[in-house]
């Protein structure tokens, strides 16, 4: 988990109650990288449960906010599992999340496991929309072409092959779906399990704030780095710049629309 000084506490307090006391699996240690200074609020609750978790709790203090990027790939570094379980530090883990995706990880010869997610404004019982996503390797590499296959806040991955493909790199808004690829081209197997095994506030003005010229303009720089890494071929790279920059430039309310019919 990476956390910066803008989270809400608690948000942040109601994230590790997910992953800890409501955990069937409970994890081996959770390793928190706090990107820069953070507010007094968020270094109480953080205190809170370093005292009740003691040593499965570490933090990592950064004294410059790095990015999100940078932080994981710090935190990373730092987990001593094979297998490690991102989570963002306003989202809501269900119950039995690592039950099922480890069971994942017994059962198949996979590198990384996600599922979907459901989303939702302000209360985490009222969901309104869910981002489902193909189940198997083949279907989510197809859908890479086109969209993000994985959803970032539920994944599961062998930290080794992680590695391997590079980590997280520099791409503003991009870090993860540029992973994603990078794992894909060095032989990766993926896997969506097809079922929500998070809850994550989003909603309509997350896909706001993921639109605009300069969103736009980063996207088919992303789009253009995949082309040179050998993801896209020219007329993928075409399609992919048209379709995307159009829907980041037109009106907002075309793109609570698009949003509505993305998600089930």
């Given amino acids: 988990m990476s956390i910066y000084y803008k989270e809400k506490p608690e948000y942040f307090d109601r994230a590790i109650k997910s992953i800890w006391d409501e955990q069937t699996i409970k994890p081996s240690e959770i390793i928190l990288v706090q990107d820069g200074k953070l507010s007094d609020e968020l270094y109480q609750v953080i205190a809170k449960w370093k005292e009740r978790l003691v040593d499965i709790f570490e933090t990592i203090s950064l004294e410059q906010n790095v990015g999100l990027g940078d932080a994981l790939n710090i935190g990373l570094?730092?987990?001593?599992?094979?297998?490690?379980?991102?989570?963002?530090?306003?989202?809501?883990a269900l119950p039995d999340r690592f039950e099922k995706q480890l069971k994942v990880f017994e059962n198949s010869n996979v590198d990384i496991c996600s599922s979907w997610i459901?989303?939702?404004?302000?209360d985490e019982n009222k969901i309104i929309s869910y981002r489902k996503l193909p189940k198997n390797h083949h279907e989510i590499v197809i859908f890479m072409k086109k969209r993000n296959a994985i959803n970032h806040p539920a994944v599961m991955y062998k930290k080794s092959v992680v590695l391997k493909s590079g980590g997280y790199k520099k791409m503003i808004w991009f870090e993860d779906y540029y992973l994603w690829a990078r794992m894909?081209?060095?032989?990766?197997?993926?896997?969506?399990?097809?079922?929500?095994?998070?809850?994550?506030?989003?909603?309509?003005?997350?896909?706001?704030?993921?639109?605009?010229?300069?969103?736009?303009?980063?996207?088919?720089?992303?789009?253009?780095?995949?082309?040179?890494?050998?993801?896209?071929?020219?007329?993928?790279?075409?399609?992919?710049?048209?379709?995307?920059?159009?829907?980041?430039?037109?009106?907002?309310?075309?793109v609570k629309k698009i949003y509505q019919k993305l998600r089930a």
């Avoid at 570094?77 to 809501?92: G, P, W």
């Avoid at 780095?225 to 790279?237: D, S």
């Fill in 77 to 92: 570094d730092k987990c001593s599992y094979e297998l490690v379980a991102r989570m963002d530090t306003d989202d809501i």
């Fill in 118 to 122: 459901s989303e939702f404004d302000n």
């Fill in 184 to 254: 894909i081209l060095s032989g990766a197997k993926f896997y969506n399990i097809q079922e929500a095994l998070v809850k994550m506030r989003a909603g309509y003005g997350q896909l706001e704030r993921r639109s605009g010229y300069n969103y736009a303009i980063a996207e088919i720089k992303f789009l253009q780095e995949l082309y040179h890494q050998g993801f896209f071929n020219i007329k993928e790279l075409i399609i992919g710049i048209a379709i995307r920059f159009t829907v980041r430039v037109i009106p907002k309310f075309l």
